[in-house]
């Protein structure tokens, strides 16, 4: 009887749909966050945004708050255990099937690991490019209030980028899945071409 139940459960957890996700990346302040809320509320996207996450966990005064705030003052990358744990919460609370993931993964650490524990491929990754002399330029004019948004902790931060995050990306190139975009224009303008990627990605989908 305890078997005929257990294949049933078995069956059902393995017609179960996977979620389409995109990663979003980009170096940072190259507008990633930004051109998330346009594409929400343009193609119904969940924005999942990895950097919020960890801040919200901060604030909300859990034992990790004090490892993740240092981290984050240092520019560092949290340990992939405790941003997929937050990511998955929010994918199960959102009630949605569609998500944006923004700012991650951010290294090589955070791919694998994201992959071994969810087994979701993302869809596309959305490479936004941009120069560091403007990606600077964007972060020290922020006014967010963000304890990494000085010039010491910025530094740091392209140092991470360049050494663990632009490998992901090379990774993710070799697979034929980054859709690379002109990050350094304005907002309205990177929107549009945004707009061309997933207007033509959701059509291929549909053929
Ligand atoms: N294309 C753009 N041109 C000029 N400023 C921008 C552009 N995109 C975003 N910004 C501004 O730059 C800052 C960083 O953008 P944000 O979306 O937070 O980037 P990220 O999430 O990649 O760090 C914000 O103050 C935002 O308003
Ligand atoms: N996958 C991630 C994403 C962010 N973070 C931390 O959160 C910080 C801010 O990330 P963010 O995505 O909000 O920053 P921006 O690129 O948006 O400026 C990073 O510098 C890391 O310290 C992390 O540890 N792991
Ligand atoms: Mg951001």
Redesign the pocket.
């Given at each position: 009887m305890g078997s005929v139940i257990d294949v049933t459960i078995e069956e059902g957890s393995l017609t179960e749909k996977k979620p389409t996700v995109v990663f979003v990346l980009?170096?940072?302040?190259?507008?990633?966050?930004?051109?998330c809320a346009n594409i929400v509320q343009h193609f119904g996207f969940t924005h999942l945004?990895a950097g919020d996450l960890l801040r919200a966990e901060i604030k909300s005064g859990s034992e990790n708050g004090t490892m993740i705030q240092n981290m984050i003052k240092e520019g560092k990358i949290v340990p992939s255990e405790v941003t997929i744990k937050l990511l998955q919460k929010a994918i199960q609370e959102s009630g949605n099937d569609k998500f944006l993931i923004?700012?991650f993964p951010r290294n090589e650490e955070n791919r694998a690991a994201f992959e071994a524990v969810t087994k979701i491929e993302p869809e596309f990754v959305l490479f936004?490019d941009c120069s560091e002399e403007e990606m600077e330029r964007?972060?020290l004019?922020?006014?967010q209030g963000r304890e990494d948004d000085n010039i010491e902790t910025i530094r740091k931060r392209f140092k991470v980028f360049l050494e663990s995050s632009l490998p992901v990306i090379e990774y993710y190139n070799s697979k034929e899945k980054v859709r690379k975009i002109d990050?350094g224009?304005?907002?309205e303008e990177?929107f549009e071409a945004v707009k061309v990627i997933f207007t033509s990605n959701s059509e291929k989908a549909t053929v």
């Open positions: 980009g170096g940072p302040g190259s507008g990633k966050g930004t051109q945004s923004d700012g936004f964007r972060l004019s922020r006014n990050a224009k304005p907002v990177v």
